[in-house]
């Protein structure tokens, strides 16, 4: 697949359901409109910080504070 606008060659993937050259990373094909399913990320809970308010669910963020309640961390875990 060409870029119509320079013509560089760009990634893409080909539909299952009609064969179609379908830029990466797109929803659905660009011909029969085949929506593409998106594979979830996995997120890595190992390297996060529970906040230490033993009744917040919210994270510590990079500023050392809870991203929900807004609290300090006090180095403690809930």
């Known amino acids: ?4 606008h320079c ?3 760009m990634p ?3 539909c299952p359901e009609c ?3 379908v830029p990466e990373g797109s929803l659905y094909c660009c011909r029969c ?3 593409f399913k998106k594979d979830k990320e996995e ?8 906040c230490s308010d033993g009744t917040c669910i919210g994270t510590i ?3 050392g504070v809870c ?3 807004k609290k300090p961390h006090t180095g403690g875990l809930a």
């Open 1 to 4: 697949m060409r870029c119509p």
């Open 7 to 9: 013509n560089e060659q």
């Open 12 to 14: 893409f993937l080909l």
């Open 19 to 21: 064969g179609g050259e």
């Open 33 to 35: 409109g085949n929506p």
């Open 43 to 50: 997120i890595d809970f190992s390297e996060r910080t529970p």
């Open 61 to 63: 963020n990079d500023e």
């Open 67 to 69: 991203n929900i309640c």
